[in-house]
Structure formats: structure tokens, C-alpha cells
């Protein structure tokens, strides 16, 4: 007799080899005494299909999906969430009775990340998003659920805010500019855009940043972003990496396939000891 068999999780991507999710869920699997493994899985650019067909041979039960395939399982997914809908892409998978469940935690993780880590009240707050890419796309509809004042959309391409502050504009007070005409101090300040990658930092005024401004890099990296650093020498003294986005949209996930929520602290700490 072999034992009971272990329930297969991963992440797709490409290139996945610097992910932290198979460290993150097996943490969260420790702690809440799940038997799964969870694979990093390297899909070559046009395999996306044939890596999941493989990964559903293996017995696979779901998927974590990350760049650049989040769109490509957004149009396999045979249901979809609403936040997922909302954002276009989808970041988890769940084979389930006949079907492929496709949902988005992205935005979710964002939103707990800044709620119940960072203790910041959204809920009236003025609230600058930089960036009009896929990741401000799942962005938007957690932000604007939790009621801020204003929600603005600055991108170096004004024309892709435009169209998402059109697209989002029945949920929420949401609009749309270019960096350079941006007025007034925000309360949080989001950078959604991949100018960290570069080095680069989007060209905002220093006036939308106050001592009380929370700046936030979805990025993550050892040390701070080149945007974080910028926020710091303008005067910004709450700051905050995509750690915690990280951890929190995979707990997410995990309650999706499990139905447990882990306690993402000790995962989160653990997660910064070994960035730092
Ligand atoms: P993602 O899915 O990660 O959001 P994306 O859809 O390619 O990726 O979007 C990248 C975002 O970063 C866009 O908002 C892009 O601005 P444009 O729409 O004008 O291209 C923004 N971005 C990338 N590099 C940037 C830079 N150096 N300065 C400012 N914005 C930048």
C-alpha cells in the first residue's frame, strides 16, 4: 500500500528561478499542517499550454501564474471571479470538479497588505496610483471597495489612465493624469510601474509627497526601490516594499485551494529576514 497522496500546487512563469512562492506556501503549509509540494515551473515562451497540460498529468490541483502569463490564464480559465474579470489577468488557478477557476489576489494582498500590516485607513484617504499596466489594472477595484476620497491614475502614457479611469469609473471616484500636472499632497502614493526595474523613478512632483505620505513600491528587492528611495529623500518616512503584497496575495491563494488561511506575520517576517 502507498500512502495518501501528496496534492501537487506550483507557479507557473517565465523565468520563475527567483520566485519566493514555493518558500512562502511551504511555510504556510507547515503551519497549517497541509501535505502539498509546491513547484516552480519554467514555461519557454509558447509552452504556456503544454506546461500546464503536463503540470494536470502530474495530478496538479492549482497554479500560482506570474509574467508574463497572466493574461494567457485569464483567457484559459473556463470561470472567472469578478476581481479577476475586474482585472484582466489572472494570477491563481483551481482545477475543480470539470472546471478551471481563474481569480486574481493580487489586488486583495495589496489591500490587506496596506489595511491590516501598514494600519492604513483608505476608507476617505486620497490616494495616487502610478502606472496603467496589468498590475494597477487589479488594483483598482480593491482600492476603490474601500471607499478613499480620490483614487488618481498618473501614467507616462496618459491616454492608458484615461482608459482606465473610464473603465473603473462606476465603482469609485477615479480619474486620470499625466505626472507633470499632478496637485496637491496624497495620503498614499502606489507605484505600480516597473520604472524600479530600470532604475528610474516616474517624474512626479516632490509637492504630492508629505511626511505623512505612505509610499508603496509593489516592486520588492533586497534593500529599497529606486522609487522608495526617491520618497525618502522628499521626505516620506512610511514606506513600504511589495513584500507584503507578496505574502498576502499568496495567502490568498492558498485559502482558494485549501480552504485555510494561514497567519502570514511569521511568513512575512521570515520572508524580510532573508531579503535584508
Ligand atoms: P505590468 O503588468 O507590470 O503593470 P505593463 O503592463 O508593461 O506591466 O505596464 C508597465 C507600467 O510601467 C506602465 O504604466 C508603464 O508606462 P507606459 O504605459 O507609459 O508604458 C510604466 N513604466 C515602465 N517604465 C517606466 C518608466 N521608466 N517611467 C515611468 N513609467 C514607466
Known amino acids: 500500500m502507498t500512502g495518501k497522496k501528496v496534492d501537487l500546487y506550483g507557479v507557473v512563469g517565465h523565468p520563475v528561478g527567483h520566485s519566493r512562492s514555493p518558500l512562502i506556501h511551504r511555510l504556510f503549509a507547515e503551519q497549517t499542517g497541509q501535505r502539498m509540494d509546491y513547484v516552480p515551473i519554467d514555461a519557454a515562451p509558447g509552452q504556456f499550454l503544454e506546461a500546464l497540460a503536463e503540470f494536470r498529468r502530474r495530478g496538479g490541483q492549482g497554479l500560482n501564474v506570474t509574467l508574463p502569463y497572466k493574461g494567457d490564464a485569464y483567457r484559459f480559465a473556463t470561470r472567472l471571479t469578478s476581481r479577476s474579470e475586474a482585472a ?10 470539470k ?3 481563474g481569480d486574481n489576489t493580487d489586488g486583495a494582498g495589496l489591500v490587506t497588505d496596506l489595511t491590516a500590516n501598514l494600519g492604513f485607513a483608505l476608507t476617505n484617504s486620497r490616494v495616487l496610483l502610478l502606472g496603467a499596466g496589468g498590475a494597477a489594472r487589479g488594483a483598482i477595484a480593491p482600492l476603490l471597495a474601500h471607499s478613499p476620497a480620490e483614487l488618481v491614475i498618473a501614467n507616462r502614457t496618459v491616454s492608458r489612465a484615461h482608459d482606465l479611469a473610464k473603465r473603473f469609473s462606476v465603482m469609485g471616484p ?41 509610499c508603496y513600491d509593489m516592486m520588492y528587492q533586497k534593500g529599497p526601490t529606486t522609487f522608495l528611495t526617491w520618497a525618502g529623500m522628499q521626505g516620506a518616512t512610511i514606506i513600504a516594499d511589495g513584500t507584503g503584497m507578496l505574502v498576502e496575495q499568496a495567502a490568498e491563494s492558498f485559502f482558494l485551494w485549501r480552504g485555510v488561511r494561514p497567519d502570514t506575520g511569521p511568513v512575512l517576517r521570515e520572508i524580510r529576514r532573508r531579503l535584508s
Open 174 to 214: 477615479v480619474s486620470a493624469t499625466g505626472f507633470g500636472d499632478l496637485l496637491g499632497v496624497f495620503d498614499l502614493i502606489i507605484n505600480s510601474t516597473s520604472a524600479s526595474l530600470a532604475g528610474e523613478i516616474p517624474p512626479l512632483p516632490a509637492t504630492t509627497v508629505s511626511s505623512k505620505t505612505l
Open 99 to 101: 472546471e478551471v477557476l
Open 88 to 97: 484582466e489577468a489572472v494570477n491563481t488557478l483551481c482545477w475543480r470538479d
